[in-house]
């Protein structure tokens, strides 16, 4: 594959189109770039599977395999994929002062999860701002599983480590530590991810729903947690595996006789996750955006908006008593796809909002996007037009998730 269909692929999926302006595509182990990318515990594999590599947030990832991303997404939507996500930030926090210190700095109520549950939460700025989203689970080992976004790695670890630091000089009992290094992380999606893991634990799947967790001997391997969740909107499973054994856990994984897995790259992981209405980091959410301009305000608990103690109380309470000027919404239209960036107009050509992201839907046959506009135009059905490389495609405001989840709570 030439330098130039690779740069191609990049270019048609958004996600992929936001890797930092120092990206450089690569295709092959030759390219002296290559050496300067990290690399998780599955590089080697993805190579030898035909993986069409590039670089992302600067680690070697696959984009996509042989098969095509229109043809890995909808496989995933119908049996099960394996996506490397070991690029992803894994870190525990210790100590007795644990859930006091992750609430000074997130918006959810981590006091309220049960044993081996997690939520979705959010780090907050001052200004109200997301930092980054992030996964948390209180564990029954005693300390918090965080997982975080490997584009916001090196700042996310440094705020958590700042301001631990600040937490024990005031006599608390605390300690940041991150385990990246030390083991891998994929996510297995897809309805039939439950019937293939399955195949190789120690525990009984059915008893984890999801958001809960459980640390498992899988295929052999263990001190394995595994987490019911993940980024498209289907069943699935998050399992963080010790780095020498990630390889052994992908390769039972593509031989289990219950289920048709395979893997998966970066450009099915963002057409799923689009088509779920799940935000991407720097795309739909980043630090000039409030919980309640994103319609995350689910993730700021009702403890939490009580006591008013997390980063930027101030400035989100108010915004939910009055109201955004601005909301995120999804947006549905035919003929050329909007990307990130196209301005979002309403019927008399008024500029009235900026799409974040946007593909054509392999599920639904037409184009999905999600973006901001004035909260006046953000009710569903409301028609829209997008200005998309100079023409007007008509559009119309759309609910969220575009494709219906499949999220595991428990047999009915």
Known sequence: MTLTAIFRAVLRHPQLRRIPERATTVCTRSFSTEADLKKTPLYEFHCE???RMVDFAGWSMPVQYKE????SHLHTRANASIFDVSHMVQSRIHGKDVVKFIESLTVGDIAGLQENQGTLTLFTNDRGGIMDDLIVSKTSEGYLYVVTNAGCAEKDIA???????????????AAVEVIQDQFGLLALQGPTAAAALQAGVDGDLSRITFMCSAVLTVFGVPGCRVTRCGYT??????VSIPVGQVVQVADSLLNVQAADVKLAGLGPRDSLRLEAGLCLYGNDIDEDTTPVEATLLWTVAKRRRAEANFPGAGVILQQIKDKPTRKRVGITSKGPPARAGTAILSEDGTSIGVVTSGCPSPSLKKNVAMGYLQTAFAKAGTPLKLDVRGKQVPAQVSKMPFVPANYFYGSK
Request: with cysteine; net charge negative.
């Open 49 to 51: 599977h035909g993986g």
């Open 68 to 71: 095509g991303i229109p043809t």
């Open 159 to 173: 705020h958590m480590q700042g301001q631990c630091a600040e937490f024990q000089a005031q006599g608390h009992d």
């Open 233 to 238: 909107g289907e069943d699935g499973f998050e």
